[in-house]
């Protein structure tokens, strides 16, 4: 079955950076479209950015600038490079599979999540 384990998450201030991790098995990982998404407390969670396997990144406008999404297909490994986090981006944060190559179904398979605190 699919098995998504982020890593990585951790508390940093304002301006640092933080590099999530998520280790995927159970599934062929080079022939799906992969992404991040977080919920912070009280709110929907939301999607951050994905990349289908040999592309590259798409982005919330959020996020656009400061995060870089990249994927390893020979290591089963999707990656978040967090820059200059700012508090608004405190949230758990998902991995994700989506159900096809080219993310264009609204259905994903979800991780556990890892937390990200961000003080100011």
């Known amino acids: 079955q699919v098995q998504l384990v982020e890593s990585g998450g951790g508390s940093v201030q304002a301006g640092g950076s933080l590099r999530l991790s998520c280790a995927a098995s159970?599934?062929?990982?080079?022939?799906?479209?992969m992404g991040w998404f977080r919920q912070a407390p009280g709110k929907e969670r939301t999607w951050v950015a994905h990349i289908i396997p040999y592309g590259a990144g798409i982005y919330a406008d959020s996020v656009k600038g400061r995060f870089t999404i990249s994927r390893d297909n020979a290591k089963n490994a999707l990656h978040l490079q967090m820059n200059s986090l700012k508090p608004e981006d405190t949230a758990m944060y998902y991995c994700a599979r989506a159900r096809d190559r080219y993310c264009t179904s609204s259905t994903w398979d979800w991780g556990q999540g890892t937390q990200v605190t961000v003080s100011s």
């Open positions: 159970g599934f062929t990982f080079s022939a799906y479209c």
